[in-house]
Nanobody, 118 residues
Framework: QVQLVESGGGLVQAGGSLRLSCTTS????????MGWYRQAPGKQRELVAR???????NYADSVKGRFTISRDIVKNMVYLQMNNLKPEDTAVYYC????????????WGQGTQVTVYS
């Protein structure tokens, strides 16, 4: 199993920036993909960004050009830099991992709230 702890959420004005961090521990060598998901009230959880073991990245169309996912292999951490935030980015953000051989993301953090006001 992999344990995940997010931090860095908060309240920010539209146009501002936040950086989310996710600390990983446990069986980190089994990780294939690491991703950031978000869930807004009344909406389904959606994948915002992911980074593969090889370092390849993918983004949801709604955040392309504004969000950047990165990782620090030495520190076992993954980050989500969020720039030019919009009120519609308001959600609980979750860090998640998909292990090698798994078909879904199967380890999740507890989530961190991001609130963007106009």
């Amino acid at each position: 199993q992999v344990q995940l702890v997010e931090s860095g959420g908060g309240l920010v004005q539209a146009g501002g920036s936040l950086r989310l961090s996710c600390t990983t521990s446990g069986n980190i060598f089994s990780i294939n993909y690491m991703g950031w998901y978000r869930q807004a009230p009344g909406k389904q959880r959606e994948l915002v960004a992911r980074i593969s073991k090889a370092g390849n990245t993918n983004y949801a169309d709604s955040v392309k050009g504004r969000f950047t996912i990165s990782r620090d292999i030495v520190k076992n951490m993954v980050y989500l830099q969020m720039n030019n935030l919009k009120p519609e980015d308001t959600a609980v953000y979750y860090c998640a991992v998909q292990r090698v051989g798994a078909s879904n993301y199967d380890s999740w953090g507890q989530g961190t709230q991001v609130t963007v006001y106009s």
